[in-house]
T-cell receptor
Framework: NAGVTQTPKFQVLKTGQSMTLQCAQD?????MSWYRQDPGMGLRLIHY???????DQGEVPNGYNVSRSTTEDFPLRLLSAAPSQTSVYFC???????????FGPGTRLLVL | AQSVSQHNHHVILSEAASLELGCNYS??????LFWYVQYPGQHLQLLLK??????LVKGIKGFEAEFIKSKFSFNLRKPSVQWSDTAEYFC?????????????FGGGTRLMVKP
């Protein structure tokens, strides 16, 4: 199993540009989530999904959209990038919404 | 709102020293508790977890944590640290009465172990 994979590893954007961060898992996990990691703030939940076709907002959803058309994939879209979205983004998955989460390697995003 | 507090942002120890990292949370109901570790340049990995039962849980690499319900705490300990323990450590709390997973992380503690 590849586990949780994320692409790209690094990305530089200009303010106002849009992009999609990809996340995929091959463990047949129902639950998937996106976090952003900022110094001194730990990880904050952006959006999550409890299964295909179902998504919901986390703690810091503004400026981000998600969809879950398949069990495997959970892309995160930045509609109009802002410097405040400079961060490291982690995708995670688990069998159940209360279980241990498995994290991807992260995407480091810089918005100029 | 639920919050998770890690009191030490940076800790510097010499090899063989004992380690204790504090974690407190504010939610009063039933919780699942986790410690994750992030080694330099790597993604988060589970160190240990508490769901129920014995409040003293043992994880990988000699780490352990004790859940003290009355203190809303889940401190991480290791009797003798190694240089390879240099990493950032995150405490996380998950409420059990929430239909969705609102796993809340603490701000993290950066541990540096000097050889």
């Amino acid at each position: 199993n590849a586990g949780v994979t994320q692409t790209p590893k690094f990305q530089v954007l200009k303010t106002g540009q849009s992009m999609t961060l990809q996340c995929a898992q091959d463990m047949n996990h129902e639950y998937m989530s996106w976090y952003r990691q900022d110094p001194g703030m730990g990880l904050r939940l952006i959006h999550y999904s409890v299964g295909a076709g179902i998504t919901d907002q986390g703690e810091v959803p503004n400026g981000y959209n998600v969809s879950r058309s398949t069990t495997e994939d959970f892309p995160l879209r930045l509609l109009s990038a802002a410097p405040s979205q400079t961060s490291v983004y982690f995708c995670a998955s688990s069998y159940h919404n209360q279980e241990t989460q498995y994290f991807g390697p992260g995407t480091r995003l810089l918005v100029l | 709102a639920q919050s998770v507090s890690q009191h030490n942002h940076h800790v510097i120890l010499s090899e063989a020293a004992s380690l204790e990292l504090g974690c407190n949370y504010s939610y009063g109901g039933t919780v699942n508790l986790f410690w994750y570790v992030q080694y330099p340049g790597q993604h988060l990995q589970l160190l240990l977890k508490y769901f129920s039962g014995d409040p003293l849980v043992k994880g990988i690499k000699g780490f352990e944590a004790e859940f003290i319900k009355s203190k809303f705490s889940f401190n991480l300990r290791k009797p003798s640290v190694q240089w390879s323990d240099t990493a950032e450590y995150f405490c996380a709390v998950n409420r059990l009465n929430n239909a969705g997973n609102m796993l809340t992380f603490g701000g993290g503690t950066r541990l540096m172990v000097k050889p």
